[in-house]
């Protein structure tokens, strides 16, 4: 299956103009002795440091992966605490900054990193999923459409890569999800994932690591959905409509500046799209032989909608940062980065015959 994937790359519209990516150079090789070609220091190029499309290729966009969601999941625990607070006791925590006091009175500052080593472990998993096998279908599917259905269909062809890719990484999140929502929500629950382990499996057997798995799909699902095709639609906008200069023009630091703009803009709509299955899932793993269905009627139209204010607020956050440190990571790593699609020549003639 991977050959097979390797070598569709060389015929893909994702992968064919950038199967020789350089970073770019301010001025183009000089001939500077005669017979060769030397360039200058100011023209010297960075060769990537793999193929597009390679298995190299899907391995450091994981890594990527792993370092945007395990890091940007970790430095947000004590808001994400708060917000599953809110969700499974709103007469307790009423607000964002009433939970953070309640919180904080009883059980002191260290009270707000409750579940950071599942977060940490879980996020850094679904990272490496999320990201690296969204890059692996996506080169899979385009190959499938073909070059000129790529284009007219990259949308769908978006959407269909990230959600294949999350049904793996939920997967490997959902232990550690599980974890990380009793201890941060289960009054006199253990506050550490090694004493929390024994005690979920005990109490649950293995089921108890997965009960909320098909919730967590229903929010994670849609929310990777519109976080990777907002972002490559955003971003294409943003260079076409916002941006004052062509993408090969801009500096690495004002590609990074785009792609956190973009970033921010999908998640603002992810934390919409997946809050209410959020709610349900933090509902589920506070309480015992709870249904999925059960603890929607329980919660209510409005229950399902509360702390959404510091979801927008950590989402959107969390998935600019996260596309920014993926970005980044592929820039220091030198791993080739596609510009955004153009229409395929073949295509911009059948079009123009069409208008003839």
Request: hydrophobic share 40%; charged share 20%.
């Amino acid at each position: 299956m991977w050959q097979s994937l390797f070598e569709s790359v060389k015929h893909n519209p994702f992968g064919s103009p950038f199967h020789s990516v350089h970073c770019e150079s301010a001025e183009p090789e000089q001939s500077l002795v005669a017979g060769r070609n030397i360039a200058s220091a100011a023209s010297t190029t960075v060769e990537d440091s793999c193929e597009f499309g390679s298995q190299k290729y899907f391995l450091l966009c994981g890594l990527g992966g792993i370092l945007s969601c395990g890091i940007t999941h970790t430095l947000v625990v004590p808001l994400d605490l708060v917000k599953c607070r809110i969700q499974v006791n709103p007469e307790k925590y009423k607000s964002v900054f009433n939970g953070f006091k309640v919180t904080i009175n009883e059980e002191g500052a260290r009270g707000l990193t409750k579940g950071w080593a599942p977060t940490f472990i879980g996020y850094s998993m679904q990272g490496l999923c999320k990201f690296g096998l969204y890059e692996a279908f996506k080169v899979l599917y385009s190959d499938l459409l073909g070059e000129e259905n790529t284009y007219l269909w990259r949308t769908s062809l978006y959407l269909a890569a990230s959600a294949s890719a999350e049904f793996f990484a939920d997967i490997a999140l959902s232990p550690m999800e599980a974890a990380k929502v009793q201890i941060q929500t289960k009054p006199g629950f253990v506050s550490t994932l090694r004493e929390a382990v024994p005690i979920m499996y005990k109490d649950e057997g293995i089921n108890g690591f997965y009960k909320s798995l098909v919730p967590l799909w229903m929010r994670q699902i849609p929310y990777t959905m519109m976080k990777f095709a907002c972002f490559e639609r955003t971003v294409e906008l943003l260079y076409k409509y916002v941006v004052p200069k062509p993408r090969a023009d801009c500096t690495k630091g004002e590609q990074l500046i785009v792609t956190f703009a973009a970033g921010y803009i999908a998640g603002v709509f992810c934390a919409i799209v997946s809050h209410p299955a959020d709610t349900v899932v933090s509902k589920l793993n506070q309480e015992k032989g709870v249904t999925a269905i059960e603890a929607a009627k329980k919660l209510g139209f409005a229950g399902l909608w509360k702390g959404l204010g510091p979801r927008i607020v950590m989402i959107g956050t969390l998935t600019a940062a996260q596309w920014f440190i993926y970005d980044a990571v592929k820039v220091s790593l030198r791993i080739p980065r596609p510009p955004p699609p153009e229409m395929p020549e073949s295509l911009r003639k059948k079009l123009a015959a069409k208008e003839e």
